[in-house]
């Protein structure tokens, strides 16, 4: 079987790495279409060894493609995401735009990927944010062993999380400190250059940011309505690669060793572990890699049944574009959605 394949966004940084992965993983395709706005007609991008010019979104048929990815923002993802599911194309959509909608899957495979059976409500689902996506990895195989009661947990995000702009805005800042020119901000709301900022989104009325508000209810949504979550989510002077900090509090006894054990076993997670110098991963390290890296395992002695972790991953792969594929990989391989066109 062989599947006809649309990128919406594909000149963006998730819409890139998309293409990368259906190549690498040799995803099978019989085409793939490179969408984007009007403005970028014809703008070329790579898929494999081969080089796609991009086609517009607004006048594209759909009725003969099989799997939409699409990475072009919410306010595309609301408007456009209907309109092509109604055409018979499974729209994967990487935007926040359907995460919540009840009758939309929210899926992490590692984790649920049974859920991905519901898409046909709607012939949409979602990809769950950057930063919960690695999360849930590392969760949801220590929640099988001793049920997660509670998360607090601190991330430290690339600028790549913001787009081509974030990543250009940290490169302009670095370049403007080194040779004393002034430091302009423009996509952040203070200068990331040598700094963090403790703000991801909009502020809502609780105080937290829209970001924070994201992993906690994709995390009830994905693993378990009776996890309590709180995270505080900081930008930070990375260009790829996210990391957490992430105190668990269980409700059955689990040791530091127990859960090394449990995630070096679990898929999509690798454990690097090592109380020296250096034993553990960083997200340069991560970068360009699928895994879910997972260090610094240890006992919080501050509460019952709890333990500490840091976790790493990539955030345009496992937090975005990965993701997506693996999502259209569970439609094949649990036969789940036929191509349309049937192979020669």
């Known amino acids: 079987m062989a599947y006809k394949v649309a990128v919406v966004g594909a000149t963006g940084n998730v819409g890139r790495e998309m293409l ?28 494999g060894d081969r080089t796609l010019k991009c086609k517009a979104l607004d006048s594209y048929d759909f009725s003969d493609v099989d799997i939409c990815l699409m990475s072009a923002g919410g306010s595309v993802a609301k408007e456009w995401a209907p309109r092509i599911g109604a055409q018979g194309c499974v729209v994967i959509d990487n935007s926040s735009a359907w995460r919540m909608d ?3 899957p929210l899926v992490v495979p590692e984790v649920n990927a049974g859920a991905a059976a519901g898409f046909s409500k709607r012939n949409i689902i979602a990809n769950p944010n950057c930063s919960t996506a690695q999360l849930v990895v590392a969760l949801k195989p220590l929640h099988d062993a001793a049920t997660i009661k509670r ?12 787009g081509k702009e974030g990543m250009d805005e940290l490169f302009a800042q670095t370049r403007s400190v080194f040779v004393a020119n002034p430091v302009e901000a423009k996509k952040f709301p203070k200068r990331i250059a040598f700094n963090l900022i403790p703000q991801i989104d909009v502020f809502m009325e609780d105080g937290f940011t ?8 994709e995390t009830k949504k994905i693993l378990d309505p009776k996890i309590k979550l ?9 260009f790829i690669g996210h990391s957490e900090a992430v105190n668990i509090e269980f409700e059955k006894p689990i040791s530091a060793d127990e ?4 995630l070096r076993a679990a898929p999509g997670v690798l454990v690097i572990d090592k109380p020296e110098a250096g034993g553990y991963i960083t997200p340069h390290e991560a970068a360009g890699e699928d895994a879910t890296y997972v260090s610094r395992i240890r006992t919080d002695p501050t509460v019952d049944n709890g333990l500490v972790l840091w976790c790493v991953s990539d955030n345009l792969r496992k937090g975005a574009a990965l993701n997506a594929i ?5 439609l094949m391989n649990r036969k789940l959605l036929a191509p349309k066109k049937k192979a020669a």
């Open 20 to 47: 990368d992965i259906l190549a690498e993983r040799r995803f099978p395709v019989s085409e793939v279409v490179a969408l984007a706005s009007s403005r970028s007609i014809g703008t070329e991008v790579s898929f």
């Open 102 to 104: 009840p009758d939309v």
């Open 151 to 162: 998360v607090v947990v601190s991330t430290y995000q690339s600028v790549s999380g913001a």
């Open 210 to 217: 829209k970001e924070e508000w994201k992993m906690v209810a």
């Open 230 to 238: 709180v995270a505080t989510c900081v930008r930070v002077p990375v």
């Open 259 to 262: 859960a090394r054990n449990i």
């Open 326 to 330: 693996q999502i259209a990989e569970v």
